[in-house]
């Protein structure tokens, strides 16, 4: 069980309105939302983005669960953060605790610090969960595109992220065939102290690497038998073309962010 | 004792609406020093049943029983049963990690709390068991071997920890046919004259068929039969077994050929050895005249 949690913010295949929207409007809109979040350091700021999100995620009709799930780690760092920004603020005190005191200042700053946190994760979520792999990766690649003047390989890089992303369900998979191969030889991971249970993860890891560059030279082998060799005069399959709401989604996006960036510094 | 499954249902994703059924009510017992073939397609529950026998997935409590112990029962010693049933996984080389063959084929007993000196005699015993000469091989790396060298390492790895039953997942799997036939004399062996109860999971009919005591054939996560392959793999399976995508064996379907043609081919044959006698003694009957041309 603990293993499906590995593959958070895996791509749910739908048809909402933020499914059918251009990757590469999903992408910049992420990327402007994150700038956004902290470029603005006002509340008024912080509420036209929530309500931003809020509506986008309404759109998206993920599911609820798995949605909630890929936050869930986010809120032990925001946990965190939160209580050490409330402690160690200087200000007002609310509650005394001798050397340290919950300020107003400090519970106003872990207020916005939560706030950007979940709200950005939110964003990325909604930008993975709504879109397939291969258009994720086509868009970075059309990112990337202008970085090619200065040598960056883009298509190159897009293509790795794309494989990446590929390979993690089939490794979570082998991952957990060692697990239990090993287990059958009386391994035991869940006890003992922290040593032994680091000892533990050597039966498990060094054949998933093994699996892994095995896996990595037999895909590369298929992909130069069938005369792959990078972005070289390549086209492509899948042309996307921006439509209406495509421009419509990036306008209004642009506008909200650029408000909040703008207004509510 | 024996191994023995009672009614068991399982299905992944269980409880949620994707739930896909592995196993509907499968029954069936594994003598204790048997020679059992678990034969079916791919789909059929094979590997999801195995992974019942050694508790690596936990059954409903009063469905497994390994020598009378409920595995399901809550606070069953699992480690203890891993120990008595050996379960070998398919391409079982994946598994292999340690920087010597000696450690890694130690893992298990170590695992077992023997002693070092025990889990080493253990492990040299075990790779002469495999055919491996300890002095040759304990301190080579495992991934300097060859494809069949390193199987027969992961499989001396489960053999060190002295199991009574040992269950094996396609072991066979991408050998060439000497290595193929290499393996399963060494499982031979092993029950002959170790005692050691093997639960062979293959869709090669013509393994099964000729080294099994008995043959369970699961299909669908249902026991569809089960007997002695002369049996299992006789002339009323045969729609089944086709159904089910799996190739009767060449011997025995020359055997069914030869029928069709009017020859008079008494009894079950299945195993190669008794289709050439039988073919044998019927040519020879028909070559003395004493059975009636081309009817």
């Not at chain 2, 068991?8 to 739930?19: K, Q």
């Amino acid at each position: 069980m603990a293993l499906r949690d590995v593959t958070l913010g895996q791509f749910v295949p739908g048809d909402s309105v933020l499914h059918r929207l251009d990757a590469r409007v999903k992408l910049v809109c992420g990327l402007v939302l994150a700038a956004a979040l902290f470029a603005t350091g006002a509340w008024a700021g912080y509420g036209l983005l929530a309500a931003y999100v809020g509506l986008a995620t309404g759109a998206a009709r993920l599911p609820a669960g798995a949605f909630a799930r890929g936050l869930r780690p986010v809120l032990w760092l925001v946990a965190l953060s939160v209580t050490f920004h409330a402690l160690l603020t200087p200000g007002t005190p609310v509650v005394d605790f001798g050397p340290l005191a919950v300020t107003v200042e400090g519970l106003d700053a872990a207020g916005r610090l939560a706030v950007r946190l979940v709200l950005l994760v939110m964003g990325v979520q909604l930008v993975m969960m709504t879109t397939s792999p291969v258009a994720l990766t086509d868009a970075l690649e059309w990112l990337l595109t202008p970085g090619r003047r200065l040598g960056l390989p883009a298509h190159e890089l897009a293509m790795m992220v794309t494989i990446a992303l590929r390979f993690v369900p089939a490794l979570v998979e082998e991952l957990d065939r060692i697990i239990k191969a090993q287990k059958a030889r009386g391994a035991e991971l869940e006890r003992g102290g922290p040593i032994s249970r680091a000892r533990a993860l050597v039966p498990i890891l060094v054949p998933l690497f093994i699996g892994a560059f095995r896996r990595a030279d037999a895909l590369a082998l298929a992909l130069e038998s069938r005369c792959y060799r990078g972005s070289l005069g390549r086209t492509r399959w899948r042309a996307s073309r921006w439509a209406a709401r495509d421009w419509t989604a990036l306008a209004g996006s642009l506008v909200v962010m650029v408000l909040v960036g703008w207004r509510f510094r | 004792m024996p191994i023995v499954v009672r009614d068991l249902h399982y299905a992944y994703e269980g409880g949620t609406p994707v739930a896909v059924p592995a196993l509907r009510g499968v029954s069936l017992t594994i003598g204790d020093g048997e020679f059992v073939g678990l034969i079916g397609p791919m789909g059929a529950g094979k590997s999801t049943l195995l992974q019942f026998l050694n508790g690596l997935l936990v059954p409903p409590p009063g469905t497994v029983f390994v020598d009378g112990q409920d595995l399901g029962a809550p606070g069953a010693n699992l480690s203890a049963v891993r120990q008595r049933v050996g379960l070998v996984f398919q391409y079982p080389e994946h598994q292999l990690f340690a920087e010597t063959v000696l450690a890694d084929v130690s893992f298990g007993p170590r695992n077992l709390g023997a002693s070092p000196e025990e889990a080493r005699r253990r492990a040299e015993e075990a790779l002469a068991v495999v055919g491996l000469d300890p002095a040759l091989y304990q301190d080579r790396s495992p991934f300097a071997l060859s494809g069949g060298e390193q199987r027969r390492v992961a499989l001396a790895g489960v053999l060190a920890m002295g199991p009574r039953y040992l269950v094996l997942d396609e072991p066979t799997a991408g050998l060439d046919p000497a290595g193929r036939r290499d393996l399963l004399d060494l499982l031979s062996r092993l029950h002959r004259q170790e005692g050691i109860a093997v639960v062979l999971v293959t869709h090669h009919l013509e393994d099964v068929a000729e080294r099994a005591q008995r043959v369970i054939l699961l299909g669908r996560g249902e026991v569809v039969a089960a007997g002695p392959p002369g049996n299992v793999l006789s002339a009323v399976h045969r729609p089944a077994l086709r159904q089910l995508g799996l190739d009767v064996p060449v011997a025995a379907q020359l055997v069914d050929e030869l029928r069709r043609r009017g020859w008079q081919l008494p009894g079950e044959l299945v195993q190669e050895a008794d289709v050439v006698s039988a073919v044998a003694a019927a040519a020879r009957r028909r070559a003395a005249g004493g059975e009636g041309h081309g009817a």
